[in-house]
């Protein structure tokens, strides 16, 4: 789901800068993600894994220097942004701190662990990908 609000705002972006190739591509990763959520309702059938999300982590990057968005990248991808962030936090509180910030890591887990339910979790995600995804569009149109 967060995922296809990337790609959606970045085939936006290349559409709205002539870029057509490049949002018909972003789109058809918007349609794939969109069918993998369609099979990946709980009971899962399939997962993506660290593969899966490294391939389209790579398209999301390339797309994003064929389109001169990397500056906003970090904002339109803002979950993906905060959980390599609290990864890096986790990971170096416990090497030099010997303590940890979050009970788990990554942060979609730690919220999990303190009790809140998967549905809670994945829609407030989305909210929130939502909002920073229009934030970061509005900011490339008034350049």
Do not use: C
């Not at 064929?66 to 962030?85: G, K, N």
């Not at 989305?126 to 569009?137: E, F, H, N």
């Amino acid at each position: 789901g967060v995922l296809s609000i990337v790609f959606s705002s970045l085939g936006l972006l290349a559409f709205l800068g002539a870029q057509i190739d490049i949002a018909a591509f972003s789109f058809v990763i918007v349609g794939a993600t969109l069918a993998f959520l369609w099979f990946n309702i709980p009971p899962a059938r399939f997962y993506l894994g660290e593969t899966g999300f490294t391939a389209l982590a790579f398209a999301l990057t390339t797309i994003s220097f064929m389109t001169d968005t990397v500056i906003v990248l970090p904002l339109l991808a803002f979950i993906q942004s905060v959980t390599v962030a609290t990864n890096i936090l986790q990971v170096s509180a416990k090497k030099f701190f010997n303590t940890k910030i979050f009970t788990v890591a990554p942060i979609h887990h730690h919220f999990e662990a303190i009790g809140w339910p998967d549905y809670k979790v994945v829609m407030r995600y989305w909210v929130i990908s939502i909002i920073a995804a229009i934030i970061g569009i509005i900011i490339m149109l008034l350049g």
